[in-house]
């Protein structure tokens, strides 16, 4: 059993930057690759970036790639999504998630959710 919290979501003007952190419980976390997803009004959710057990391996959607970047770090049983040059359709809830694979960009392969974090970007 996974347990996930994310933090650091919020306000900002486009353009700006924000961190988002993902703490887990457990002693497993290492054995999960990590994935973040986000969720707008009246959409589906949608795969942003996910990174694997070691964090040599990454890949994000096309949306994001070269603004956002993720990373970990297994010590402190943490995964960080930066994201910069925030654009306002980039507003949504925030989740972070668990899965056994890396490479998996379908909510379907992640087992444990975090509740999410909003970003707001303003125009």
């Known amino acids: 059993q996974v347990q996930l919290v994310e933090s650091g979501g919020g306000l900002v003007q486009a353009g700006g930057s924000l961190r988002l952190s993902c703490a887990a419980s457990g002693r497993t976390f290492s054995s999960y690759a990590m994935g973040w997803f986000r969720q707008a009004p009246g959409k589906q959710r949608e795969f942003v970036t996910a990174i694997s057990l070691s964090g040599r391996w990454t890949f994000y959607a096309d949306s994001v790639k070269g603004r956002f970047t993720v990373s970990r770090d297994n010590g402190k049983n943490t995964v960080y999504l930066q994201m910069n040059s925030l654009k306002p359709e980039d507003t949504a809830v925030y989740s972070c998630?668990?899965?056994?694979?890396?490479?998996?960009?379908?909510?379907?392969?992640?087992?444990?959710w975090g509740q999410g974090t909003q970003v707001t970007v303003s125009s």
């Open positions: 998630a668990a899965a056994i694979q890396y490479g998996q960009n379908s909510p379907q392969a992640y087992d444990y």
